[in-house]
């Protein structure tokens, strides 16, 4: 079975930095593109974040509201996906999901992971 | 690429079919022939879950009663006869172009009369 589950959400000062992780397991994570897609409160889904596998070399997309700001990388051999969120504003207030694509879109999601930005 | 859902609300009667309509601002149509066009269902308090992808694409899973269809910039999502089950929110999302975010559509929220 498909597991996706990430944590390093909470509450932190606009300005700052956290590193959110996602722990893969019940499939082969090194042969997957994976993203991070975020809920804000009471609104839609955005994705944010892209980083491909080893043989797309590893290339990463972002969306234009956090790019240069978030960071997306990879370690597969831990299964693990990541996001490094600088700079963060209040706006970035969301659940953050973490999904494997699979025939070219997202078909598994984690639980998600809750960051709010606030003083 | 934009993509825009309409109508965002959708009051349906038990039984009774419901569609949902999806147009992007540019072809999605691949050179490759593909249509890199997802929609997918989020329950009250749950994370999404796909339900078609490439156009028409049922995941496994997902009851026939849900079917993908469209081309080129104009999408629909169909539901043949909606069941309680079936109440939450609905997004198409494009994945043919990976460049200036705005994947996702808004959002139709789905509710029964």
């Known amino acids: 079975e498909v597991q996706l589950v990430e944590s390093g959400g909470g509450l932190v000062q606009p300005g700052g930095s956290l590193r959110l992780s996602c722990a893969a397991s019940?499939?082969?994570?090194?042969?997957?593109?994976m993203d991070w897609v975020r809920q804000g409160p009471e609104r839609g889904l955005e994705w944010i974040a892209r980083?491909?596998?080893?043989?797309?070399?590893?290339?990463?997309e972002y969306a234009p509201s956090v790019k240069g700001r978030f960071s997306i990388s990879r370690d597969d051999s831990k299964n693990t996906l990541f996001l490094q969120m600088n700079s963060l504003k209040i706006e970035d207030t969301a659940v953050y999901f973490c999904?494997?694509?699979?025939?070219?879109?997202?078909?598994?999601w984690g639980q998600g992971t809750l960051v709010t930005v606030s003083s | 690429v934009v993509m825009t859902q309409s109508p965002l609300s959708l009051p349906v009667t038990l039984g009774q079919p419901a569609s949902i309509s999806c147009r992007s601002s540019?072809?999605?149509?691949?050179?490759?022939?593909?249509?890199?066009l997802s929609w997918f269902q989020q329950r009250p308090g749950q994370s999404p879950r796909r339900l078609i992808y490439?156009?028409?694409n049922r995941e496994s899973g997902v009851p026939d009663r849900f079917s993908g269809s469209g081309s080129g910039s104009d999408f629909t999502l169909k539901i043949s006869r909606v069941e309680a089950e079936d109440v939450g929110v609905y997004y198409c999302?494009?994945?043919?172009?990976?460049?200036?975010?705005?994947?996702f559509g808004q959002g139709t929220k789905l509710e029964i009369k």
């Open positions: 999904t494997r694509d699979r025939s070219g879109a997202a078909d598994s």
């Open positions: 019940g499939f082969t994570f090194s042969d997957h593109f």
């Open positions: 980083i491909r596998n080893k043989a797309a070399s590893y290339s990463i």
């Open positions: 540019q072809s999605l149509e691949r050179s490759d022939g593909n249509t890199y």
């Open positions: 490439r156009l028409s």
């Open positions: 999302m494009q994945s043919s172009y990976w460049q200036s975010g705005g994947n």
